[in-house]
């Protein structure tokens, strides 16, 4: 098919990264502490999928499901199907597309996720990738949309105008670095006025050029506001459910105490919503769409808290030393709640049920039910995959140390008992693929087997 001409970057390669949001057991888990069913397991999609890596973990710790990517970078698309071949995931399909011309990407798919696209495309391109979701998603299916939001995106702004800026340098990425870093140092206004900026500075002075030509380069960056979006997607039929990221469905630990009271009484989602955003500065949102449906009643909400299992990931601190980082602040965990949480989990993965039987949680699911949610959102517990055997989970990790071993960039490795994948720090890998690193870990990536 003839495509549109992109108005995103192509000429530079996006690097790897794994959003745990996208996971069908992540999506599932947080559907089910909202009071909505999971979508079926059969088929999953991400648009703008850069180079498959997420999709190729989420294929391989999934057999049972097929998984598709669509991109319009030709370079993208060729080095995700390279990989998935390699690896032998035959359950994964890639395909170069521009979503205003999507001829010949078929679905329906039960769970469609997207990051890094929205606020990065214009209006016309907005409204396609909304058309498409609404024209594939499958009765039950959920929609995962991330994007920069107001008022905490609006700050970037800036940062794109100086990158945009500095286009003609000999290396614009280390131009742009440059003049913000000296704008820091020198206590810029701007600096003092966004706190939050200068710690992305701190993050994008460790990510490769790629990225940063990817989230600060394009022709269009627009932080959206929440009805914006959620107008967006009402007008294609589809309703606003919740976000992917547990925190922010928890306001007791994502909004100052004196900031939720002002929002005691607002019933509109719309001015709920933005009014949350602007406690928190809010910078990024992933939001949750499905077709209208009602809620699950309290009873039949229990019953899919219930079905999920949970387990305790490696390297969870002890009670003790839990600490969420949070938007208001630092939150110490409350040993009274997670003490005996995690001390259940420690001894091997349990339902919801069998932890809701225990004290404090004994007659209390609502409680439990935060508590899950903020240990998966930190990284302590997730839910475990819904796959018996996964083999083309170590084959694809096998592949991906290798490629670390070579220089490659590589975030994260297939972790099958999960359904997901699990972020490994660069030193840890290389200890991985020496045949080292923690048992614990080895056997999460299916690394103890030959």
Known sequence: MTAPQPDYLTDHDYPPVFHPEQAPGWLAAVLAALGHPAPARG?????????????????AANPDMRFTGIDLNPRHIATARARAKAAGLDNLEFHC??????????????MIVTHGVLSWVGPEVRTALAAFIVTHLAPGGVAAVQYMSEPGGAAFRAFHAVFRACAGAPDPVAEGLARLTALREAKAGFFQMHAHAAQTLDNLLTQPPGYIRHEYMNATFQPLTFGEVAGLFSDHGLVWRGSATPLDNIDAASIPAEAARSLSGVRDTVLRETMKDLARNQALRYDLFTRPKAPAGDEAHLALLRGVVWALL????????????TPIGPVEADPRLYAPLLTRLAQGPARFGDI????????RPGLLNQALQMALWAGVAHPL????????????????????????????????????GRAVAPAQMADLGAGGGPQALRALFGLDRG
């Open 356 to 363: 809701e039987a225990i004290p404090p949680f004994a007659g």
């Open 43 to 59: 088929h999953w999609c991400e648009l703008g999928c850069g180079e498959g890596f997420s999709a190729a973990l989420l294929a």
């Open 314 to 325: 490696p390297g969870a601190p002890p009670p003790a030393a839990l600490t969420f980082t």
């Open 385 to 420: 995959g819904r796959a018996p055997r996964a083999p083309g989970a170590a084959r694809l990790n096998r592949l991906l140390l290798a490629e670390a071993a070579q220089g490659a960039r590589v975030p994260a490795l297939c972790a099958a008992p999960l359904g997901s």
């Open 97 to 110: 597309a521009d979503l205003r011309d999507p001829q010949g990407l078929a679905g329906p798919f039960d």
